[in-house]
Each structure stands twice: as C-alpha cells, then as structure tokens.
C-alpha cells in the first residue's frame, strides 16, 4: 500500500551515532503507524521501536534510540546514540495502516503490511 525507502546507514564506531530516515510515498502517511525492525546475519528480525500517536521501544535500544516522524515530509526517523557492534544489522522500516492502536501493539512483523528493503548499519572499530 506505501513505498518505503531507507536511508542513513553507514559504518560508525562503537560510541557513535547515526540517524536512519524512511521516506514514504504514500499520501496518507500522516495515518500510519510506522516502525523500524533489524536483522542480523543468521538471526531473527527483531523488533526495534514503533511510532504511531506513541511510541514504543525494544528493552535492547530504550534510553539509545528515538523514533519520530514528520508527517509533511512523509518520514519517520530513527536517531540512533551511543551505538554497540551488537546493533550491527540491516535495519529495515515498516508501515501499518491501523493507526488507531498504539505503538505497544506494533512490535511484531506479522503488524505492519509493508517493508522497506533495508539499510545496512555497522558498528566497529
């Protein structure tokens, strides 16, 4: 239903910060609920955090990370701080038309409809 285009990734060093940005064609953006997920090699896609009229966020970025949004722009972002090579992974965004939940109740992938396809963050020395 929306096209989703990451950006931002890149190498950083342990310590660092980046910030990811997803932009979104859709022209009712403003009513979806947006979320960023990661993959690691030869691990799961794990939930990272969700914005919606909220947010919320995995216990593994709370107090690094901090999704936001800007609706005129149709872009949700996801500041990244104090960045850990376990947080190596490609990092991919999602939308979820039910913007009337939560961010608590988008935490899984079965919960957003559609990805985009991804950018590579890496963290290292």
């Known amino acids: 239903q929306v096209q989703l285009v990451e950006s931002g990734g890149g190498l950083v060093q342990p310590g660092g910060s980046l910030r990811l940005s997803c932009a979104a064609s859709?022209?009712?953006?403003?009513?979806?609920?947006m979320g960023w997920f990661r993959q690691a090699p030869g691990k799961e896609r794990e939930f990272v955090a969700a914005?919606?009229?909220?947010?919320f966020y995995a216990d593994s970025v709370k107090g690094r990370f901090i999704i936001s949004r800007e609706n005129a722009k149709n872009t949700v972002y996801l500041q990244m701080h104090r960045l850990k090579p376990e947080d190596t992974a490609v990092y991919y965004c999602?939308?979820?038309?039910?913007?009337?939940?939560?961010?608590?109740?988008?935490?899984?992938?079965?919960?957003?409809?559609?990805w985009g396809q991804g950018t590579q963050v890496t963290v290292s020395s």
């Open positions: 999602a939308a979820d038309s039910d913007y009337s939940s939560s961010a608590y109740y988008h935490r899984t992938t079965a919960d957003f409809g559609s």
């Open positions: 914005i919606s009229w909220s947010t």
């Open positions: 859709g022209r009712t953006f403003r009513n979806y609920a």
